[in-house]
């Protein structure tokens, strides 16, 4: 964590070319819209991007494009009054209360947060998890509500049980279900009550015990960084650069954007970004460079955040420079 703070104060300092900018809803131009139409508080085109996205399809960056909308919270209740046999308001409205919750509790450490947030806090995700599961009453076979309440009971601390039944209440009706995955590599991460290895073996699991090609090869940077996260300064290089890290990066990398099934479909750039970050980190510089090639300069927040919350594509140039891209 010290390498990420010193990191983060030369690189907001850094300048480089300007042919690299963070991708704005992953490239999705249907994100937009319901953004657009969330904030106009106009539910009938909300409804409409939504049902033209089949749960099969992942309706998740969509979903989090409304919750994240702020006044949602203020016109969601006549919704939820007219439609009262609905699924598809329930999910709106349970995705909402979830960034609801956390903008009352807000991202200080819990020591900082006082007894009041968490009150309101445990409120909102209460109200969440009440509409998700009648969400999911009305449509058994919907992934989306299952996602949610994984992402609301890590809130309430519902622990490791409960929280793995969620995610497979997920992949049992979405498989790949990205969103879900990357959930639970945070559920079993050790911040959160895990411990590193359960993290790689979940990481290595669902990546490989996918089809080639497959979006969810991403986890496994994105588990090498969650604990290079975790380390000292010294020590989080010398992690990144081991060869077993390396050597399964690059088993990773095979089985997913290099693989010929490999498809650019919605969050492809955010797999291709935590391989960018993680390769560069190994320094394997040439591998690297095939990332940002990939890229050509689209570059999503996460991971760069990590080291420059403000500037992730400062970040971004940085790291390809020293790639030689």
Known sequence: MALVRAWGRTLGRWAGREDAAVVKDSGDPEVARIREAAEAGDWPTVRAVLEARP???DRTELLWAVGDTAGVEQWMPRVLEAEPDTALPRVVAGIRYITFAWEARTGALAEHVSRDQFRVFHARLRDAERWLYE?????????????????????????????????????????????AHQQQLQQVCQKWGGSHEEMHAFARDSAFGAPGGTLLGGL?????????????????????????????????ADHSYRHPGFRQETGWLNTVNSFALAFSLAADQGAARECFE???????????????????????????SAAGR
Do not use: C
């Open 294 to 320: 990939l890229l050509a300069g689209r570059v999503t927040k996460s991971p760069w955040q990590y080291l420059n919350a403000d500037r992730p594509a400062d970040v971004y140039r940085k790291m390809r």
């Open 220 to 252: 496994v940077p994105d588990a090498h960084i969650e604990q290079w996260l975790m380390l000292d300064r010294g020590a989080d290089t010398a992690y990144m650069r081991t060869p077993e890290v390396l050597e399964s990066l690059r088993r990773a």
């Open 135 to 179: 969400a999911a009453e009305r449509e058994p076979g919907w992934a989306s509500p299952w996602y949610g309440l994984q992402i609301t009971g890590r809130g309430l601390e519902v622990g490791q049980t409960v929280a793995r039944r969620r995610f497979e209440a997920v992949v049992r009706r979405s498989p790949q279900h990205r969103g």
């Open 55 to 57: 749960e099969a399809a």
